[in-house]
């Protein structure tokens, strides 16, 4: 299933059922034509079923829009799958799909505006409320003439985010759950501090929060617009807490998820998941290698595994919420992807719903099931990294990615200039407005020349590496300035001189300690840091090189720091650091990784 992108972020969903998407850049269909289709749609699904809309009243008196399809025939009271979402549910092709597929296997699917979005009343917010809400959903659902007390969820990103806020509270009729791409669910939990994707490392991530906020911010249902604007122009805005503001005019929350990041009395009350969350709930957790919350889903599937053995984490080969579109288009970014390694995701989620709901079958799937890109096969695992995976550990020395560190001590240095930021290639990137831009693994060739990026390369592989794990760089700095940041890339160096993106990630150095206690940075003092570039499984073929690269900036996926130590939302003046890396002698720089041993290549 394809989740489809403008320069919003949203483009009201898939082309799914009959549902037509309006022109680019407008975040309504048009009101008649959304009609006649969602009643073609309805008048297609497989079997026939009956279609009621309610008002679901919530504790504090909000009634939330609520659409109930139930198939007519099979069972008088049937199991529940329950959908919940800000995009409208009539308009959204995915949670279309979900009624397609699970109406066509005898469940009653309740789909349901999130507060304050499309035709429920009250406020919205992400998400100080989405648990309690889901709590009273599944109060009434249960209560229905035509409902068991047996309930799933299913759902990417915002639903499936969602999902995990309502597995905290352990609901006794949440009895299922498969949440996709919905790492942005964390919050201050194992030390994450992610709350909706919109941070990495400390970082908000521009292209991504500025394109959200700007085209689905809207708080009440009279405000689900998306203003025209010049996305390479606005994601430069300055300072970066007025980028949404300047073009709605109603109020959204991108400025308090700016302003709460440092703040636990404002944070902790989003609703985000905290190392005091318990889950009890059977989980299939979805995400992709590119997706920019898949270091958090790891998190998440490691905190809801810890007492549920019915947990599991398939990784696809993709991008957020584009887990088939690889196999149909035979590749992800520039890395191909063989056509006949896809599996039936659908096939897949319903067998796990029947098992659960239903009671119906086996579900045989391992604890993990991740994508190898480069070899195109499926890893399973009763564990992360795999069982028989070793750590590998590369060190930094002069322009080289070696096995031993350098004897003697050696420094390296560049400038990172917030006016003439490095560009972000590829990654985890969404929604900048600019139709030539592109998301996943994508050569970095292009921007290798640039003076304030530093290059460590291998040697030449002369047999498969093969890295499937999360990867660490552990990097002793210093600077010049009060705070600044650092992306580190990996990539994968082909003879051709293509330097391919493995993995990346990202620190905000006022955080080198945890985010919950930011210190500036003395001049010129060195300091260990440690840069998370997430998980991976990916095959580096023989004759190939490993390349690391450092860099002060990733311009507009990642928010610029004004290096100067203030408050980097509130600032409009850039100042320039000089960051230098040291490695050899009494500091040490180094990559670890985790990577198959060479008897078990391809195994």
Known sequence: MKRLFFPVMLCLGLVAGGLVLTEPGRALLRPIKH?????A??????VESDLAEYKVEMPDGVHLATDVYIPTGGAARKPVILVRLPYGKRLYGEALHWVRLFSAHDYAVVVQDMRGRYGSEGVFSPYPNEGKDGVATLDWIVKQPWAQDRVGTIGCSALGEAQIL?????????????????????GTAKGAYG????????????????????GQGGKTGDAMHAPDVEYGQALKTLPVINAVSRYREDDTDFEELLSGFDDPAVHDSWGYISDADRFDVPSLMVDTWYDYGIGFSFQLNQMIGAANPKTHLLVAPATHCDMAGPFRNGAVGDVPVAKDAAIPFDDIYLGFMDHQLKGKGLFSFPRFQTYMLNQDRWLKSQSWPPETAQKRVFYLGGETLGDAPPTNAQTRSFRSDPADPVPTVGGAICCTGDPESRAGPLDQ??????????LFTSDLFEQPLEIAGPLMAHLAVSTDVPDTDLVVRLSDVSPDGRSVLIQEGALRLRYRNGFGVPELMQPDQIYQVQVSLRHIAYQLAAGHKLRLHIAGSSFPRLARNMNTGGDPNLESTPRVANIT????????SRVEMFVMPADNLGK
């Open 41 to 46: 749609f309805v008048a297609g699904l497989p």
């Open 195 to 214: 709350f909706f994707g919109f941070y990495e490392g400390g970082i908000m991530t521009l292209a991504s929060g500025f394109g959200w906020f700007l």
């Open 35 to 39: 009609v006649i289709e969602f009643r």
């Open 445 to 454: 060739s292009p921007i290798e020349d640039r003076k304030d990026l530093l």
């Open 581 to 588: 890396l040291h490695s050899g002698g009494r500091f040490d």
């Open 166 to 186: 309502l597995a905290a509270e352990r609901h006794p009729a949440h009895r299922a759950m498969i949440p996709m791409g919905a790492g942005g669910a964390i």
